[in-house]
Structures are given as C-alpha cells and as structure tokens.
C-alpha cells in the first residue's frame, strides 16, 4: 500500500490506473506499477535516481557555463591585459632564451622536468651541425643553452623544463612561461617547442628586456668562441648555425710569420670602416679574396679559423666537393651571406671537374680547339692533364658546380660586398685561371711541408704553455714561478731547437708532425725520446708509400704514353688517310680531266672527220650530180640530135609520103 502511494507521488497517471481510476495519464502505468510491485522493488529508489540525476546534470551545466565563463575572461585577459612573445625552438632566439633560463636558474629547477644526457636534445636542426669537418660536439654550450659535462664515468644528466606552464620574477615583476610542443609532433621525431613568455600588462616591455638581455648574454659569451655556419641539407639548402667553437688563437697556427703578418694586416686594411668609401671611390667592389692552397693538413682550415676569431667574423663554410651543391644553390647562399663575414669555400678544384671530364667547354673544349698543327709536346702535357684529371674527379664524388656558376656566385650581382672569401685547395694547378685572377684572389699562401721554422714553432706551440707550468722541471734550486716559467721556457727552446734539427726538413706535414706530439703532450723530453721511433717507422711508411705512389705513377705515365701513342698514330693514320684520299681525288680528277679531253679529242676528231666524210660524201654527190648531168646533157644532146634526126625522117619520108608521120616520130 505504501508502494502504492509513492508511486502515486511520482507517478499520478500509474496509480490512478493501479487504483483502478479511469482518470489515468500514462498509458500503462498501470502496468509498469503492478511489474515493479511484483518484483519487490522499492518506486522510491527511482525517485532518488531521478532527483540525483537531475541535480547532476544542472551541476554540469553550470560548471560548462562557468568554463566557458572563465575562457572567456581569459581570452579578454590574453587579448587586452596580457603581452607575450613566442619563441620557436627552431629560432636563434630560442637559443638565447634557453641559455638565459639556464643562467638564472629558471625552469631547471622546477618541479616538473626534462632530463636527458644526450646532446642537442630539444634541436634537431642545430643537431646536424655538430657533424662540421666529422667531428663530435664538444662540451661547449649546447644550443638549448645548457653545457653538458662530463664526469669520469660520462656525460652528466642535464635537465630543462618540461612541457607546461612556469612562473618567474623579472625585475619584480611576475613571468609565466609556457612550454609547449609542437601539435604535429607525434613522439617519433625530435620534439619541436614552442617558449612563450606572458607578462601581465598591456607593455610589451618587461618581455623585450628580458629578450634583448637573454641575447646580449649570449652573444658576448660567443665572443669567446667562432660561429660557423654550415649548411642544412633541406631543400633549398640554407645557412644553419652550428655550435660554436673556442675561439683559436692565430699564434697556434705554425706558418711562415711573414706571411701570417702581411694577411692579418690586409684582412685589418680591407675591414677598416673608411675602407669600403676607398674601394667605391676607386671604382672597385668591396670585396677581397685569398687562396690557402697546398697539401692535406698543412694548416689552411686552421689558419681560416684563427683568422675569424681575430677579426671576430662568422665563418660560413661550404664545401663544393658536396654532392648537393649546385650552381643554384651556391648562388642562393652567397645571396643570403651577411654583410661581414668570413666564407670559406672548399675544395673549389672540384668546381667545374665534370664539366671539364666530359668535354662540355673549359680546359677541353680548349684543347679541342687546338688545331692539328699544334705542338706535339703542348698536345702530351694537355693529354697528361686531362688523365690527372680524371683520376681526381674519379676520386671525388662529383660537385655539379660549375666554373661559371661558382665565377656568378663570386663577383655576381647577389654576392655582397663586405665579405672575406678564402678558398682552399690541394691542388692548385688544376684551377682554372678565370678563378684566380686577381680581383677574384688578392692573395695567395702556399702551404706545404714542415720546414724547420715550422717544426720548432709547432714543438713550442704543443709545450710552451706559459698556463701550464709543467711539473716535469725537477730542480733542488727554491725557485719562484716566473724562475721556474724561463727556465721552463729555455728548455722548451733549447727542445724545440733539437727537435726541429732531428727531423728532416719538408718531408711530414705540420698535422703528422702534430699528431706525434700530441701523443707525448705531457712530457716534451718523451717526445725527443720517442722521436727516432717514429721517425724510423714513418720513414719507412712513407718509403712504401712513395714507393707505390712512383708505381702508380709509373703506370700512369706508361698508360698514358700509351696513350699518347694511339692517339699519334691515329693522328697519323688519319693524316695518311686523309692525304690518301686527297691523292685519289686527285688522281680521279686527272683521270676524269684526261677521259674528258680525250672524249673530247675523239669527239672532235669524230665530228672532223663526220665533216671530212660528209664533205667527201657531198664532193661525190656533186661529182656524180655533174656526171650524171653531164651524162644527161648528153643524152639530152643525143635526144635532141636525134628528134632532129629523127624530125628530118620524118620530114624526109613525109615529103617521100612514105611514112605515117606519128609512129616516125615514135
Ligand atoms: N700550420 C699548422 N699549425 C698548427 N696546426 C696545424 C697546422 N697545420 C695543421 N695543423 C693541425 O693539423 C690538423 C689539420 O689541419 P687543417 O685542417 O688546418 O689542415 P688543412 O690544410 O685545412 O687540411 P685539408 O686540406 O685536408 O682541409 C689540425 O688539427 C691543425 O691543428
């Protein structure tokens, strides 16, 4: 019964119809009430469901109204009352903001955090640098701004924000920052960040500062070090920055100090402020170009980044041996070039080797030009040139830049003034001259083997760190430092003295002669003691070595005598043929003349003697016209003589009467 009224409660309709009233509302309410009184279920439950439902589903509404609310009194918020800056870590900037945060401490602290030992770990892009020349990155400031360092057992943790929101104070004045990752990143690549900074305020000011302070630090720490640029391999290839490297002190590179001094003083010259107004007043562009050339690790790189770290320029390095680079894309770079800046472009014979293997125009094309009557001598060397040639561009993989496509890129219309180009070679003699001529190259420096200026200038360098006073000078004498630095010094002298005397003088190159002391960096009189070893086994490596190299050379100079042979005597065959063939037209054309001439002779003598027959033929026609006319005018005579005979018959036995007048006549 009590079942019955609550349901009654809920349910006017349903007990209306329990109780039997026809007034019912709800079609089978009847119904529904006697199922769940028959199952013993208590209709007030129901009740409950349906008002906590209820309650729910208000609260809900409230709450996404209230959301909404919020958005949108944040949005007001970030559209009127907020300022902020976005950074991408793909961005220089990034790099600067990173560091910054690293200074001071902001976000490596935080609750929530990154961690990794790995290298470059939030920038892909900066990542490939860290290839330049196949070295490894070194501890220096990664460009997420965090140094990593080692300890003996390897690379430490270093730790960054996570993803997320952070606050920190500013000059007091409060600095939410908010990293995020990239929506498309999918966690199988490298992660893509965006750093924005948010102060409350209209002014966008507290953000530039701390911008314009986080760049300011950076960059003054790079002062310390040399920017290379390198390029990215992305389609079309761009300038990227790579990590910095320790600045290199010019004293470090051994070479002849003449010549260190005469190009130090012309790149200060050119780089003079006034110096571009000179270049212009002259009707010059301002530009200057020098060309390190010479063997394989004699310094050329080295010199180039002392250089730039003297002068404080960036480097941007671009190799042409690089099978990506491409007339296009060489111009495209030289276009994006700073106004002040070092460019190095390596290996520029491979500028242009295609072209020349395979005949397209240049040194063959002017060989092939050369007409036949040309030195024989002149035609070796050119052919002698030519396998060397091939042999270097078999060696290298080819560069498509061509000669008149890195010429553009030079002196062209995009390439800017201001700019410091040094080009470096092995081999100097396959340039072309278009290259080199002044204008293009102001100055040049060879380098070669070490000569014994260099080999006691590249001892001293590796021991004569007046910073590293070594603990290998053992004496009873009480010395102070500065006694125990000269006397260090005078010893490290009197070393570098034997050590350059003992070596034989243009046989290594500064970077073998570097590696051996390198490997006794911590005791130079090791170093003399080890000498004769090393020199025992080197000499002997490269006795095989030159050995196998005059071998080869040998081949190559029999393949190409070989060579030179063929191409002579099919220079000769063709001759012989060539004048053969001139002999038997002339001999056809003799031939011919005769046949013609007597031809003609037989034809003339034909028509003399046609004429000569004709004429005969004509005399006898006439002869026997006039015998024949003769013989008439005789019969005609007789005929005559004998009508007139015969008349005087006739007139005769006419007047005898005795004949018929007409048969006498007949
Ligand atoms: N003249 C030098 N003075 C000091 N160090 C040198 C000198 N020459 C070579 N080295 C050392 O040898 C190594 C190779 O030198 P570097 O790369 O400058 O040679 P390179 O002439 O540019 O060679 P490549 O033609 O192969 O590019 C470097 O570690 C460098 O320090």
Not at 99 to 127: A, E
């Amino acid at each position: 019964m009590e079942a019955m009224e609550a349901i009654s409660a809920v349910l006017p309709g349903l007990s209306a119809s329990a109780t039997g009233d026809p007034g019912s509302v709800i079609p089978g309410g009847q119904l529904i009430g006697s199922l769940i009184a028959s199952i013993g279920l208590d209709p007030s439950l129901f009740v409950k469901i349906g008002v906590t439902l209820t309650i729910v589903a208000s609260l809900f509404g409230f709450l996404s109204n209230a959301w909404e609310g919020i958005t949108q009194i944040s949005k007001f918020f970030s559209d009127n009352l907020v300022s902020s800056a976005t950074i991408r870590s793909t961005d220089e900037a990034y790099v600067y903001m990173m560091r910054w945060l690293y200074n001071h401490h902001i976000s490596t602290d935080s609750r929530l955090f990154g961690v990794t030992c790995r290298k470059n770990q939030m920038n892909p892009n900066y990542r490939q640098h860290t290839r330049w020349y196949g070295q490894e990155p070194s501890d220096e400031p990664e460009t997420d701004g965090i140094g990593i360092m080692e300890d003996d057992l390897g690379p430490k943790l270093k730790y960054t924000a996570a993803p997320g929101f952070y606050h920190f104070f500013y000059k007091r004045r409060l600095v939410l920052m908010q990293r995020k990752l990239k929506d498309d990143y999918y966690g199988f690549e490298e992660p893509d960040v965006d750093l924005t900074l948010f102060t409350f305020g209209r002014s966008p000011v507290t953000l530039r500062e701390i911008l314009e302070e986080a760049r300011k630090e950076y960059l003054m720490e790079q002062r310390s070090s040399t920017l290379i640029h390198t390029t990215v391999a992305s389609y079309p290839p761009t300038w990227s920055l790579g990590h910095p490297r320790p600045s290199r002190n010019l004293d470090s590179v051994i070479m002849k100090e003449s010549d260190k001094e005469k190009l130090l003083k012309d790149m200060k010259e050119y780089l003079l402020p006034n110096a571009k107004k000179w270049y212009h007043k002259h009707g010059l562009p301002y530009r200057r170009g020098y060309l390190f050339y010479g063997l394989p690790g004699a310094g050329k790189t080295s010199l180039t980044l002392a250089l730039a770290s003297e002068l404080c320029l960036p480097i941007y390095v671009l190799s042409l041996a690089s099978s990506t680079m491409a007339d296009d894309v060489l111009l495209g770079l030289f276009a994006t070039l700073p106004k002040k800046c070092i460019i190095l472009l390596e290996d520029i014979d491979s500028a242009g080797i295609d072209r020349q293997s395979f005949g397209g125009s240049g040194l063959y094309t002017t060989i092939a030009s050369k007409s036949d009557e040309d030195d024989d001598e002149e035609e070796e060397e050119e052919i002698r040139k030519r396998e060397e040639k091939k042999k270097l561009a078999a060696l290298k993989q080819g560069s498509s830049v061509s000669l008149s496509g890195l010429l553009n890129a030079i002196d062209g219309i995009s390439s800017h003034e201001g700019r410091i180009l040094i080009m470096t070679t092995n081999y100097r003699e396959l340039l072309d001259k278009a290259l080199i001529r002044p204008g293009r190259v102001d100055m040049e420096i060879k380098f070669g083997n070490a000569d014994i200026e260099i080999l006691e200038g590249l001892f001293k360098a590796v021991y004569a760190d007046e910073n590293d006073l070594p603990n290998f000078i053992r004496t009873k004498e009480k010395l102070s430092k500065a006694e125990l630095k000269e006397k260090y010094l005078e010893k490290i002298e009197r070393l570098a003295q034997e050590f350059g005397s003992r070596i034989p003088s243009d046989k290594f190159t500064p970077a073998e002669v570097q590696g051996f002391l390198l490997s006794h960096k911590s005791d130079p009189e090791d170093a003399l003691d080890g000498l004769d070893d090393w020199l025992k086994s080197r000499l002997q490596e490269i006795d095989i070595q030159e050995q196998s190299e005059q071998k080869a050379k040998e081949r190559l100079e029999r393949a190409t005598e070989r060579k030179i042979k063929e191409l002579q005597k099919k220079k000769r065959d063709r001759i012989k043929s060539e004048r053969k063939e001139i002999e038997d037209e002339e001999k056809e054309e003799k031939e011919r003349k005769e046949k013609k001439e007597k031809d003609e002779k037989e034809k003339k003598e034909k028509e003399e003697k046609e004429e000569k027959e004709k004429k005969e033929r004509e005399e006898k026609e006439n002869n026997e016209k006039e015998t024949k006319l003769g013989e008439n005018n005789t019969t005609e005579t007789k005929l005559t003589n004998g009508i007139s005979e015969l008349k005087e018959k006739v007139q005769m036995n006419m007047v005898n009467g005795v004949v018929d007048p007409v048969s006498s006549a007949e």
